[in-house]
Antibody, heavy 119, light 112 residues
Framework: EVQLVQSGAVVKKPGESLKVSCRVS????????IGWVRQMPGKGLEWIGI????????RYSPSFEGQVTISADKSIGTAYLQWASLKASDTAMYYC????????????WGQGTLVTVSS | QSALTQPASVSGSLGQSITISCTGT?????????VSWFQQHPGKVPKLIIY???KRPSGVSNRFSGSKSGNTASLTISGLQAEDEADYYC????????????FGTGTKVTVL
């Protein structure tokens, strides 16, 4: 089974850029999908998108298309979620989660990264 | 894209059974046996408690069970315990222009 460790909490100003990471350790990483989930304060879970570590397939939920970029450095087993210009409304907890290709099961999850955007 | 529909809150007394519904469409719940359920306590990471509609991960209490009928999935918690008080989210694979996943709106379970 893989383990996911995310980068630490950050505080940014509106308009700044940000890249949060999710380090995936374990065997068979190329058979995994990594998904990113947003949880705004006091709100529910929302899928941002998913990326296949074994290829180039990346899919965004319609609400997030063009708002963020999901990428990965497969040589070091790390996935990224990136913003070019943050807004206050991006303040949220962000989780990464993993699923074996061919299953629908996202487990385990990272510990979460709290992103606070405030002037 | 619209979330799957769950009741905002469900409550039950200690020892009782409760059921949480999750309603989607034939493009998600009705089309695949992909429904999973997550339990989230305040300030904690979501925990997988049901996958593939009815299966329980190792270590999850058998008081949790899942089912599906048509476009609606359900999570039943039997023998309700104080530690079951949490938020619960369903999740399903969804086929649209770009196949992806979708969560439910979430249900707050209160143990009376």
């Amino acid at each position: 089974e893989v383990q996911l460790v995310q980068s630490g909490a950050v505080v940014k100003k509106p308009g700044e850029s940000l890249k949060v990471s999710c380090r995936v350790s374990g065997n068979g990483l190329s058979t995994y999908w990594i998904g990113w989930v947003r949880q705004m304060p006091g709100k529910g879970l929302e899928w941002i998108g998913i990326m296949y570590l074994g290829g180039s397939d990346t899919r965004y939920s319609p609400s997030f298309e063009g708002q963020v970029t999901i990428s990965a450095d497969k040589s070091i087993g790390t996935a990224y979620l990136q913003w070019a210009s943050l807004k206050a409304s991006d303040t949220a907890m962000y989780y990464c989660a993993s699923a074996v290709d061919g299953t629908y099961v996202f487990d385990p999850w990272g510990q979460g990264t709290l992103v606070t955007v405030s002037s | 894209q619209s979330a799957l529909t769950q009741p905002a809150s469900v409550s039950g007394s200690l020892g009782q059974s409760i059921t949480i519904s999750c309603t989607g469409t034939s493009s998600d719940i009705g089309g695949f046996n992909s429904v999973s359920w997550f339990q989230q306590h305040p300030g904690k990471v979501p925990k997988l408690i049901i996958y593939d509609v009815t299966k329980r991960p190792s270590g999850v209490s058998n008081r949790f069970s899942g089912s599906k009928s048509g476009n609606t999935a359900s999570l039943t918690i039997s023998g309700l315990q104080a530690e079951d008080e949490a938020d619960y989210y369903c999740n399903s694979y969804r086929v649209t222009i770009t196949p992806n996943y979708v969560f439910g709106t979430g249900t707050k379970v209160t143990v009376l």
